[in-house]
């Protein structure tokens, strides 16, 4: 793998790529890499013939009271897993070097970034939307992959680059899980031992509504207050939300049918943590991405 820590010097690898004719792959990460994030390289490197990860915690998208200074960094470890991934390139830039001028410029999706996180965390969308502009316009990608436990991040960039007529094809691919159900996420870094025993109420109390759904449910209220009742009962988690609405325009719903996000967000200790399921809900049946658990893990060396 490259390191490359300048805009001008990832340009032109990904210049020279394309005019050799290989298509690129953009993985956009904050790192402390996991296997999320793994998955995120596979499905690139299976998709596209040169990979570009970028690592950058983006200051833009930390409310003043979130954990940018502390959020988990470890660059050598994160260079062994995209050595072992395959990946091309990774990107580190300095803040200076991502916005050397400041930032006046942003781009803001309306309406998608309003609810859920975006209701907790003003601004926060903005910053994503702002950086995976700027990323998508430096490396060209021709596809760039995201998890699908971000899915309103996920929701928010397709929109971007779809209203934005932004010439990449946004892939989500699914949550990956620990065997005990708990969502990959770089902030499990931060639970204790105990915090994370009750952090996995949230991947319990998606099950129990899919459970619920699968035996007839349809009423969105009902197992939204089911899920408020689940995620309260763990003294060590404080709810943000648990929501269920339409899984492209992320508004509430009342009836549970066609593409629909079960979506939620509590604190655990200094963890913000989210999960979902996604889930098509038909006349014949109902599909749902439940996430995967992966295979024992490759030590990244
Ligand atoms: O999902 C993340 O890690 C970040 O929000 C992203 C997409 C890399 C933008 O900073």
């Given at each position: 793998?490259?390191?490359?820590?300048?805009?001008?010097?990832?340009?032109?690898?990904?210049?020279?790529?394309?005019?050799?004719?290989?298509?690129?792959?953009?993985?956009?990460?904050?790192?402390?890499?996991?296997?999320?994030?793994?998955?995120?390289?596979?499905?690139?490197?299976?998709?596209?013939?040169?990979?570009?990860?970028?690592?950058?915690?983006?200051?833009?998208?930390?409310?003043?009271?979130?954990?940018?200074?502390?959020?988990?960094?470890?660059?050598?470890?994160?260079?062994?897993?995209?050595?072992?991934?395959?990946?091309?390139?990774?990107?580190?830039?300095?803040?200076?070097?991502?916005?050397?001028?400041?930032?006046?410029?942003?781009?803001?999706?309306?309406?998608?970034?309003?609810?859920?996180?975006?209701?907790?965390?003003p601004g926060h969308f903005d910053g994503?939307?702002?950086?995976?502009?700027?990323?998508?316009s430096i490396v060209g990608a021709n596809?760039?992959?995201?998890?699908?436990?971000?899915?309103?991040?996920?929701?928010?960039?397709?929109?971007?680059?779809?209203?934005?007529?932004?010439?990449?094809?946004?892939?989500?691919?699914?949550?990956?899980?620990?065997?005990?159900?708990?969502?990959?996420?770089?902030?499990?870094?931060?639970?204790?031992?105990?915090?994370?025993?009750?952090?996995?109420?949230?991947?319990?109390?998606?099950?129990?509504?899919?459970?619920?759904?699968?035996?007839?449910?349809?009423?969105?209220?009902?197992?939204?207050?089911?899920?408020?009742?689940?995620?309260?009962?763990?003294?060590?988690?404080?709810?943000?939300?648990?929501?269920?609405?339409?899984?492209?325009?992320?508004?509430?719903?009342?009836?549970?049918?066609?593409?629909?996000?079960?979506?939620?967000?509590?604190?655990f200790g200094r963890a913000r943590l989210?999960?979902?399921?996604?889930?098509?809900?038909?006349?014949?049946?109902?599909?749902?991405?439940?996430?995967?658990?992966?295979?024992?893990?490759?030590?990244?060396?």
């Open positions: 793998v490259k390191i490359i820590a300048t805009v001008g010097e990832l340009r032109a690898a990904c210049d020279t790529a394309r005019a050799a004719g290989k298509s690129v792959g953009l993985v956009p990460t904050m790192g402390f890499l996991h296997a999320g994030h793994r998955s995120l390289m596979g499905a690139a490197r299976a998709d596209t013939d040169f990979v570009v990860v970028t690592l950058f915690v983006n200051p833009t998208q930390f409310g003043p009271n979130e954990d940018l200074a502390g959020y988990p960094r470890d660059l050598g470890r994160d260079a062994d897993v995209c050595r072992a991934e395959g990946v091309d390139v990774l990107f580190t830039p300095t803040v200076d070097q991502m916005y050397p001028t400041g930032a006046r410029t942003t781009v803001h999706v309306a309406e998608l970034t309003d609810r859920l996180c975006g209701a907790s965390r994503v939307t702002t950086i995976v502009a700027k990323l998508f596809h760039a992959f995201f998890g699908k436990k971000d899915a309103q991040q996920l929701a928010v960039v397709t929109r971007m680059a779809a209203d934005l007529n932004l010439p990449v094809v946004v892939i989500g691919c699914s949550i990956v899980r620990e065997p005990d159900g708990l969502a990959l996420s770089s902030r499990n870094a931060y639970l204790t031992a105990t915090e994370r025993a009750a952090a996995l109420v949230l991947s319990r109390s998606l099950r129990a509504a899919m459970a619920s759904i699968e035996a007839g449910q349809r009423d969105a209220s009902f197992v939204r207050d089911e899920l408020e009742t689940a995620i309260a009962s763990e003294s060590l988690g404080q709810l943000d939300y648990a929501e269920i609405v339409d899984g492209a325009d992320l508004q509430p719903i009342s009836r549970i049918a066609g593409s629909v996000l079960i979506a939620v967000a509590a604190q989210i999960d979902n399921v996604a889930l098509v809900v038909s006349p014949t049946g109902i599909t749902a991405d439940l996430g995967v658990i992966p295979a024992v893990e490759a030590t990244p060396t």
